[in-house]
Structure formats: structure tokens, C-alpha cells
């Protein structure tokens, strides 16, 4: 067991986990005994959804976030589907849109009213034909809106363009039928370009769907994969599953090479699943165990030792499945950077679990929440199928922020500069470069720009000095708050002593070639 590596320095060497109180969990909720390998449970900020126990087919409750407490035993369901229900996903773009999948062989959607249920809803938005056998997976596609993944027992997985009027879709856009068994998970990168599968056949594959050609595929005889993830832009995959001795393992992987894992480790001789969850905004890994109460942790960073062990959550009350709320649903005057939703079918309860970066400050803690991805798509589903790719939207977690930006199109291409730190123009040793002698005419359209860029009304602006925002900072509540500020202030005003000085070399070295100029002239 060498998961406990050399602790290092990180801002979330301390992160916690903190149980909601009962009086904030979701108590006598029927929980499904179905003993499929799923979450079995999908959160946004305006609901929860949760797959029950329903005679007769399958059906899934969906309760306001904010309802807390014991649930009605006659509270209406969500009860279309003719088989057990296997897998629910709210709409990453629409928290009003919720997918499922059952054993029926269909994939429904559902439009859920903003108001409290009063009625069980049986009538879908849409059908989804195309599965010969149970579904067992379901994936919204992360930058394209009305995409959907769906994978079968029949061993294909489906392209869905949800894009359309027909209430019945039985035409998939595209059917990948690269997989030899079925597949246990599917894992999207960044902008949706590349699907990372696990199949039964112990094989992970990275695939380009809308080509439906394979790119890469490996097995590691030690490791039994079950489940997958991509770890966002690091080229890495991320898979849990068994060793040759049935032990709980881990593995890491390169995109581009999946012959050897870069890691491989076991954890522990428990038999429940391990899911993984990525957090792309933070960098950290969250390994969910099924059948016990743990949470692992961990950092991940794109050098040697790759993963970097943090801490662990642990419970008593053991875990059947796991939801996940977005970010923009955290609390982040309470510095909760993710929360999870624990199913515990034993005491029908639903426990939010709230990680907490501990901070003195109330004030918002910019360093801990970079620009995450929006409720909005980039791509329309005919852009996505043309063959565009582009990155997540990113909206800013500070209270009142609803500024939108869009990353790269291309992930080697460099993202356009808003705004650029002028220490950072200036060559060592207080030295210009040839290319600003040379470059006068790009100098002054930077001069135009900058004069542009003053001009903008002042909600456009930004002013950055190491990282902080000045215009949208809040004036400090606290002492402690009022003491940051001043030590903000001294660093930003010894950056510019430095600058200064910077400029009053280049001053002098110029003065110097000027007069050596001049003398050479003369002779």
C-alpha cells in the first residue's frame, strides 16, 4: 500500500469533508436495490433526482434542492419507462431536462416544471429507439448542446441528435461499434473531441466519435479496469478497477499510449466499485468507494508522482451511489470547492457531503475558483457534427459575476490575452529584444489597443494585480481583511519600484548605444 506519498505544499493540503446536519439531508427517500454499477443519482442547483423503487417499471424522483427533510411517502414520480431505471443525467445546459435510460431498451426525455410536483409525469419529451437490448449509460455531450451518448447491452453506443421535432427519434446520428462486450463507462475530454470507454473486455479505448474510429486501445494484464475518466487538458486518463488478487486498484494513463500504465496501485481488498470523479477546475480526484463510506483525494499534477495523495473522508453509513453538484452551485462564502449527494439505502437517506478549502476569510476566495465551465453551450449539435470542436464557456464564481468567456478552439493554438502583466515584456537583465527595435508599428497598434481598451465602459474592465481583481473586490469587512488588502497593495507597489527600475536600465543601456552610435558615426 504506497498511496501515502511525501506530503508537498498545496492550498488543498487541508481540504475536508463536512456532512450536512439531518435536518439538510433528504430523509425516508426510497432508494433502488438495483445492483447495477451506476450512481443512480443526477444533481444540479434546482433539483435532485434519484432512481426509487417503483412496481411495475422503473421510475425516478426528482426533488427541489431546497426541499430538505423527510420526503411524502406519496410524492409523484417520474414513471415512463416499462424496465428498472439504470441511468439518470440532467442536462448540463437546461436544469429543467432530464435524460434516462432503463431496461425497456429506450432512452427518455423529460421536462420537469419549475413548480412543485403535484402529479407523476409519465408522458416523456422525447423517445429514443434504437437499442436492441437494456441501456445502461447515458452522457451528455459537454460543449454541444442537444448531443446524447448512449450505450446498450448490445454493445454499440449511440449518437443522438435531440436537435430535432420528432417526439420519436429512431435514427442515431452515429452507431460505434468498436466494443466486443459491454461497456461499463464512458468519460468525454475537455471539448468533447475524444470518448474514453471501459469495456467488460478488461480494454480501454479512446475513441473519435464522430469518425467512430478507434485512436487508442490497451490492456494491462495486472488491472481489470472498471471504470474511466479523463483528467480534463492533461492528456492523462484515470481508471479504477482490480488486480490479479481481486484487490481495489488504481491506474493512470497517457492518451496516447495505453500499453503501460504511468501508475498503478492498490488501495485496499474491499469488493465494492471505486467511481472517480474529476475535478478539471481544481485539479484534485475524488475516488468514491460503493459499499463503504470513503472518500479519497487526491492532486493531480502533469509531473512525476502524477497523483498526489491529500486526505480521506470517512463514514460509517456505507454508499450505494453518488451525485455531484456543478460548481455553480456551491456555497463559495463557505469555501466549498464540491459537494457530493451519498445514497444510503439503509436509512433511505441522501447525505450532502460538502469538501471545504478551511479559510479565516469571508470574503471570496479567487485562488480557489478559477473560471468554470457555464450553463451554456458552445457549440450548437450541427456545429459539433460538422467536425467543430471548442472548449467549455467559463463563467466566474464571484456572487454577481455573469461574465462569459470561451476557451481555444484549438488546445495548441495560445488563448487571446485580456489582460497582460507588463513585468512580464521585459527581457532579463533589463536587455530589449531585437524583435521591439525592429517592431514599431506593432508597439503603437498596442498603444491603440490599450487606448481601446480605456475607453470600455468600466464593467468591462480589468485590473489584475497578482491575480486580484481591484474593481470587483469588496471593501474589507475585517481586520484581517483590511490587512490583506495592505500587503496586496505594498507587493503591487514593490512590482512597480521594480518595474521602474527596469525601464531606467533600458533608459541608460539605449542612451549608451545612442552615444556609441553617435561616436562611430564621427570617426
Not at 436537435?163 to 446520428?173: F, G, L, Q, R, T
Not at 494513463?253 to 469488493?271: H, K, T
Not at 451511489?321 to 462564502?333: C, N, Q, S, T
Not at 480589468?462 to 505594498?490: A, H, V, W
Request: proline fraction near 7%; aromatic fraction near 8%.
Amino acid at each position: 500500500m504506497s498511496w501515502h506519498p511525501q506530503y508537498r505544499s498545496s492550498k488543498f493540503r487541508h481540504v475536508y469533508g463536512k456532512a450536512a446536519s439531518k435536518d439538510k439531508c433528504y430523509d425516508c427517500v426510497p432508494i433502488t436495490h438495483n445492483i447495477n454499477d451506476n450512481h443512480f443519482c443526477a444533481v444540479n442547483p434546482s433539483f435532485i433526482a434519484v432512481v426509487t423503487e417503483c412496481v411495475g417499471g422503473g421510475a425516478f424522483l426528482v426533488i427541489p434542492i431546497k426541499q430538505t427533510g423527510k420526503l411524502d411517502p406519496h410524492y409523484p414520480k417520474v414513471c415512463g419507462h416499462k424496465g428498472n431505471v439504470l441511468d439518470i443525467k440532467w442536462n448540463p445546459f437546461n436544469d429543467f431536462v432530464i435524460a434516462s435510460c432503463s431496461e425497456d431498451a429506450t432512452v427518455k426525455i423529460w421536462d420537469i416544471p419549475n413548480q412543485l410536483l403535484k402529479r407523476n409525469i409519465t408522458a416523456p419529451k422525447k423517445e429514443l429507439l434504437g437499442h436492441a437490448r437494456r441501456v445502461g449509460l447515458i452522457e451528455w455531450h459537454p460543449t454541444a448542446d442537444n448531443i446524447l451518448f448512449s450505450s446498450g447491452y448490445d454493445y454499440k453506443i449511440m449518437i443522438w441528435n435531440l436537435d430535432v421535432m420528432d417526439a420519436v427519434i429512431s435514427n442515431p446520428v452515429k452507431i460505434l461499434d468498436a466494443h466486443k462486450d459491454v461497456v461499463l463507462s464512458m468519460s468525454f475530454n475537455t471539448d468533447g473531441s475524444l470518448l474514453a470507454t471501459a469495456c467488460r473486455d478488461r480494454k480501454i479505448r479512446v475513441i473519435d466519435p464522430r469518425a467512430g474510429t478507434v485512436l487508442q486501445e490497451g490492456s494491462y494484464k495486472s488491472h481489470r479496469v472498471n471504470k474511466v475518466s479523463f483528467l480534463g487538458n492533461m492528456k492523462m486518463l484515470f481508471s479504477t478497477g482490480t488486480s490479479r488478487w481481486n484487490n481495489r486498484q488504481i491506474a493512470l494513463w497517457d492518451q496516447n499510449d495505453l500499453s503501460v500504465p504511468l501508475l498503478e496501485e492498490d488501495l485496499d481488498g474491499s469488493s465494492g466499485l471505486l467511481f472517480p470523479v474529476y475535478d478539471s477546475d481544481t485539479h484534485m480526484l475524488y475516488v468514491v468507494g460503493k459499499g463503504d463510506g470513503n472518500i479519497r483525494y487526491y492532486e493531480i499534477s502533469p509531473e512525476k508522482p502524477y497523483l498526489n495523495y491529500l486526505m480521506e473522508y470517512h463514514s460509517h453509513l456505507p454508499q450505494k451511489g453518488i451525485g455531484m453538484m456543478p460548481k455553480r452551485g456551491l456555497d463559495v462564502a463557505a469555501c466549498e470547492i464540491f459537494r457530493f449527494y451519498k445514497l444510503i439505502p439503509t436509512k433511505s437517506l441522501i447525505e450532502p457531503i460538502s469538501m471545504i478549502v478551511p479559510r479565516r476569510s469571508e470574503s471570496y476566495q479567487a485562488d480557489i475558483y478559477p473560471p468554470t465551465a457555464a450553463a451554456q453551450p458552445a457549440l450548437t449539435a450541427e456545429e459539433w457534427l460538422a467536425g467543430i470542436n471548442k472548449g467549455p464557456l467559463l463563467v466566474s464564481l464571484r456572487p454577481g459575476s455573469e461574465t462569459v468567456k470561451s476557451q481555444p478552439q484549438f488546445p495548441d493554438e495560445e488563448p487571446p490575452t485580456e489582460a497582460t502583466d507588463l513585468s512580464q515584456q521585459q527581457e532579463p537583465q533589463g536587455r530589449i529584444s531585437v524583435e521591439d527595435k525592429q517592431k514599431p508599428r506593432e508597439i503603437e497598434h498596442g498603444r491603440k489597443r490599450l487606448k481601446v481598451e480605456e475607453s470600455l465602459p468600466e464593467n468591462q474592465q480589468t485590473c489584475l494585480s497578482n491575480g486580484f481583481d481591484i474593481f470587483q473586490c469588496p471593501p474589507p469587512k475585517t481586520e484581517s481583511e483590511l490587512l490583506q488588502m495592505y500587503y496586496r497593495q505594498q507587493e503591487e507597489i514593490r512590482r512597480l519600484r521594480e518595474l521602474v527600475i527596469q525601464r531606467d536600465i533600458q533608459i541608460k543601456q539605449l542612451s549608451l548605444e545612442l552615444r556609441n552610435l553617435c561616436l562611430d558615426t564621427d570617426d
